[in-house]
């Protein structure tokens, strides 16, 4: 029996101690302890990696301190767009949704889009259509919005910046977005899953890495990987999955090549972030080349860590 593991984050970015305040960044704690909690319990209960990692990311998506879900961050015309997907070690089977603004959780119609539809991605009105029918709650796109978020997009208009979901010139604690889980269970198989809002002040359409699998998220039977950061670069690097490759045909271990990715490739495009990964041998990594990311963790029956700086495990 594998040793069932979950790894979940909360996007990346420029989050540094000395300016987080005290009382905020206790609730960032509790809400990723409370999750990563919730998803070790499913595991030990013998749930499925693709069952933990769904509902870790559509319990991150709840939150509203996470650029996913209610919380996400506003496009140039003020309204939501939202991306997400999943997919199955097992089976190497994905779903995904782009550009969507009614769902109440994008990682729900991932999900739906990989167990119901011979497809892989669906996008805008389509996929709202094809979550509608499938039942999955939807609301209005204002559901989304927070007085932050407002704020943020305001902030960015006026500065003319589009800010990637963990960079600008915005307070330290708003540099930040996508959220992910990956997960081993008990029988061995592994999964990933990632959503977000993608990036404030964003031209409206414009899609990210994160509903791409083998961008911003990826699964087979030797590794899963959920990504975080500037979007357009973990596109044109195929990131999660030149993790898999570095370790099939190359033979490198997880960690070189995580590495790799996030301490040579994703720079040296300009590009920033962090990603979450795990392997089929329970070998976890949560690197990251900005000042910190959301991340909790949780092996087996051992107590959760969670972390947010850079020098804490
Ligand atoms: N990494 C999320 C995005 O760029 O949309």
Redesign the pocket.
Known sequence: MAIATIAIHGGAGAIARASMDADKELLYRQALLQIVASAQALLAAGGSALDAVTEAVRQLEECPLFNAGKGAVLTHAGTHEL?ASVMDGRTREAGAVACVGRVRNPVLAARAVLETSPHVLFTGRGAESFAEQQGLEMVENSFFSTPERRAQLEQAIATQQTL??HDGTLPPDRKF??VGAVALDQAGNLAAATS?G??TNKQAGR????PLPGA?CYASHLVAVS??????V?MRTLAAYDIAAQMEYGGLSLQQASDNVIHEKIPALGGS?GLIAIDASGQLVLPFNSEGMYRGYAVADELPVVAIYREES
């Open positions: 991306d990637l979901d977005g996508t977000t993608g990036m899609v990210g890495d994160t911003g990504c975080t950061g500037t979007g357009e973990f972030g």
